[in-house]
């Protein structure tokens, strides 16, 4: 558990140094689309110590799918939630998303659909990899029994 604790932190530090480059990225898609000229000292550092925080969950929590003995369907669970929390955690407290029922509802709506499609993506190239890899192993078998 403590190699696992300290992976997380690793992961997590490294991506850490994202936020920031993250940030600038969004505010400056905010000052074309949105019209958003200035930003107060206040805001500037709530989402930089935002986006820190939320780069550095995201990039520790893939760590979570090196638990052996944590069934896959529940370490994409664990995963999962943690990052939609942390995402609408984030665009609440920078205000990029309005409190409301609808406004979450679409935003929880978004993130589900980004997340099977990318977890669909994921499945499809393992899958594939795999396929080879068993296509080969069949192969050389066959060659040694041969």
Request: aromatic share 10%; charged share 15%.
């Amino acid at each position: 558990m403590k190699r696992v604790i300290l992976d997380f932190l690793r992961r997590g530090s490294i991506a850490c140094g994202l936020g920031p480059i993250i940030l600038a990225i969004v505010y400056l898609i905010l000052q074309k689309q949105a019209g958003v000229e200035t930003l107060t000292v206040n805001q500037l550092c709530v989402g930089i110590f935002s986006l820190s925080a939320l780069a550095f969950i995201a990039g520790g929590m893939n760590v979570i799918y090196q638990i052996e003995r944590l069934p896959l369907m529940v370490a994409i669970l664990i995963h999962g939630s943690i990052l939609y929390v942390s995402y609408l955690a984030t665009y609440l407290l920078n205000g990029w998303l309005e409190g409301g029922v609808m406004p979450i509802l679409v935003f929880t709506g978004i993130f589900v659909l980004g997340y099977l499609i990318i977890w669909s993506i994921i499945y499809s190239i393992i899958k594939k990899r795999t396929e080879n890899l068993n296509e080969i192993l069949k192969k050389k078998q066959q060659i040694e029994v041969g």
